[in-house]
Structure formats: C-alpha cells, structure tokens
C-alpha cells in the first residue's frame, strides 16, 4: 500500500487560487487511481475530484471548470488546482489512493475561504 501526505492547504480569500499536492510513498504508484475529497464541519466526505491509473478525470458539478486533478507519476504526487475559490470550499481536503478493494487515506490538509 502507498502512505499519502497532502500539502498546500492554507487561508486564502475569495476568488484566489490554491494548489494541493500529496505525496505517495510505496511502489507502484502509477497503478493507483487517485483522488480528492473534502470534509467540511458537519458534513459528510465528498468527492471533489478524481484521476485514473490512465488519467482519466471526473468531477461533481460543484468544482467543475473550478478544479483540476493531475498526476505526475515520475514524482509519485497527484495535484488539485482550485481556482476561484468559494467560502464553500473551506473545508478538510483529503487524498485517496484507491487499487482495486485497497485503499489509503492521507492524513488531510485544511483549506479555509474567507468571503
């Protein structure tokens, strides 16, 4: 299995950018599908965005055209663009290693929008 570390999270105000990194550690990272998700205080962990072993990427309506996921496999680390940012997006990212019933979690990064 892969250890995950995100990094990146921080204040920022509305309408800036941020960009999350994380980290794996462990082999065969490439194989691994990858992906955000977000908790916010009272709220369930939800998807923010999602990146195949192929690089194919999918993202719910509520990010969409706002955040992009990318990969770069020689560095073993998944990124997410957040651009435009919302009081809505503060919240607790977390990063999802997922090969087939296996998965790992990193341990979370907080991203906070002042309006």
């Known amino acids: 299995q892969v250890q995950l570390v995100e990094s990146g999270g921080g204040l920022v105000q509305a309408g800036e950018s941020l960009t999350l990194s994380c980290a794996a550690s462990g082999r065969d990272f490439r194989v691994y599908a990858m992906g955000w998700y977000r908790q916010a205080p009272g709220k369930q962990r939800e998807l923010v965005a999602a990146i195949s072993s192929g690089g194919t990427t999918n993202y719910p309506d509520s990010v969409k055209g706002r955040f992009t996921i990318s990969r770069d496999n020689a560095k073993n680390t998944v990124y997410l663009q957040m651009n435009s940012l919302k009081p809505e997006d503060t919240a607790v990212y977390y990063c999802?290693?997922?090969?087939?019933?296996?998965?790992?979690w990193g341990q979370g990064t907080q991203v906070t929008v002042s309006s």
């Open positions: 999802k290693a997922q090969y087939g019933p296996f998965d790992s």
